[in-house]
């Protein structure tokens, strides 16, 4: 159990790390507010309530000829409240000369101050002292959030490209070749090259169901290799604007009996493989049903190749027939 | 169903970090051949099984699987959790069996999407 518990603070961990990466990477300026609305030291604290409550602030920067001179907060207000003196100025109730961070500074500066002090806000200066904003926690977590939606857009951008290369790139006929190889008994990388195949396949445009259909197809085929053959074989995956083919091979053993392999529940797994959770028989079932056409052919001198081919029209999504 | 729902009606532990506990899940099956799962299912649903390696998150990504259930306790390795976190699959663990955690999900209106035989695969 301790084990356990072990883990998931490991991941969370981890998690946290990408946090701080971007708490790191960005700027105070980046995520402050700029421009805040500043107090007059000589303003009485009942025109404060009522900009507070107008604007729903919860403590603003006092300036004096343009120059930051202390910080006025929530609690001050109330302090002043509970003093029945709303008359009194903001200059005895403000907090003076307040920490304060640059505006240059990475935003984790911003967050170990508010760890130290407790305080809501900070205001923020330039190189030269000047006040140019004030930040908040609530700054932050926005800031991160719009950050983490830019990381997100990058990878749309990615995928964007991808999918117009088939415009971009003009020839009699362009197609893109992926290819992996596959080592026999590999069962610990067993689907990652089917993984990558439709991460690409999704890249390049393929509708989900599209890249599902081909992802379901060449990972049986990627389990045949690694389960069946001699010496483990290939993926080689060629896409083309009207066409994908998905082709595994191998140089043996051959499969002896077609017609038995294609039949649903045969196979010629061991029991160790189906203690992993293959050797169902579904195979090459499988397979037939997620591909528009199958070619298996085999011989006991040449090994095994197995044609998967996928059809595209205007309604797969694909890169090449989209407007 | 809610994936928070389907946790606490399996007394499940989640394995994964980061996950969204509102995450609708449309359906589920059960299965140790995966195969059989390839075979059967669809997309966005939650898959209870007893076999407990890579080669589950592996089939997960391809199928579109949104989240597994390990029964029986089964305690995945490190590195099969890693790869679920990363492709933002939910693993949970239950100590319940496989007939009865199905069971208990089924009960509580939780739809199949299992197909009961290879004539339902060209439709």
Redesign the interface.
């Known amino acids: 159990m301790a084990a ?1 518990k072990q ?2 603070t490991d ?2 961990a981890s ?1 946290i790390t990408r946090g701080e990466e971007l708490a790191y990477e960005l700027r105070i300026h980046e995520v402050m507010t700029k421009d805040p609305f500043c107090l007059n030291p000589e303003m009485k604290m009942e025109t404060v309530l009522s900009i507070f409550q107008e604007n729903r602030f919860s403590g603003a920067p006092v300036t004096f000829e343009g120059e930051l001179i202390g910080i006025l907060s929530l609690e001050d207000l109330i302090r002043s409240l509970r003093n029945n003196d709303l008359n009194g100025s903001v200059r005895e109730y403000m907090t003076l000369s307040p920490i304060t961070v640059n505006a240059n500074d990475p935003v984790v500066e911003a967050l170990k101050t508010f760890a130290r002090t407790n305080f809501g806000r900070l205001p923020v200066l330039d190189a030269e002292g000047h006040l140019v904003g004030i930040i908040t926690k609530g700054d932050i977590s926005n800031g991160l959030l719009t950050a983490l939606q830019r990381d997100y857009h990058e990878e749309e951008v990615i995928r964007y490209r991808a999918s117009h290369l088939f415009e971009d790139i003009v020839s009699g006929r362009t197609s893109l070749i992926l290819r992996y190889d596959i080592r026999k008994g590999d ?2 990388h ?3 090259a ?2 990558k195949i ?1 991460r690409a396949l999704l890249r390049l445009g393929a509708s ?1 169901q599209l890249a ?1 259909r081909c ?2 197809a060449v ?2 085929a990627e ?1 045949n290799l690694i389960i069946h053959t001699n010496h483990g074989g290939s993926l080689r995956v060629e896409i083309e604007p009207y066409k994908i083919t998905m082709e595994a091979y191998d140089d043996g053993p051959g499969i002896i009996d077609i017609e038995k392999a294609m039949q ?1 529940g045969y196979s010629t797994a061991t029991h160790e493989i ?1 203690e ?8 090459l ?2 397979i037939n ?1 997620c591909v528009d056409e199958m070619r298996l052919i085999s011989s006991r001198e040449r090994g095994t190749n197995l044609y998967m081919i996928m059809y595209l029209n205007e309604n797969n999504g694909t890169p090449a027939k989209e407007e | 169903m809610q994936l928070k729902e389907i946790i606490s009606l399996v007394e499940g532990k989640l394995l994964t970090d980061h996950y969204d506990q509102n995450e609708k899940i449309d359906g589920a099956m059960g299965a140790d051949l995966m195969s059989d799962v390839l075979a059967s299912i669809s997309p966005g649903a939650a898959l209870l099984t007893g076999l407990c390696n890579p080669q589950v998150i592996r089939t997960a990504i391809i199928a579109d699987i949104h989240a597994i259930i390990f029964v029986r306790g089964k305690q995945p390795e490190e590195e099969t959790i890693d790869l679920a976190n990363e492709e933002n699959i939910s693993i949970i663990t239950t100590n319940l069996g496989m007939f009865e955690a199905c069971g208990i999900l089924y009960k509580a209106g939780m739809k199949s999407f299992e197909k009961q035989s290879l004539e339902d695969f060209n439709t």
């Open positions: 356990q883990k998931i991941l969370y998690d069962f610990v067993g689907g990652n089917s993984s439709k989900p599902r992802g379901i990972y049986e389990m649903t189906r992993m959770g293959f050797g169902a028989g579904m195979g079932i499988n049903r």
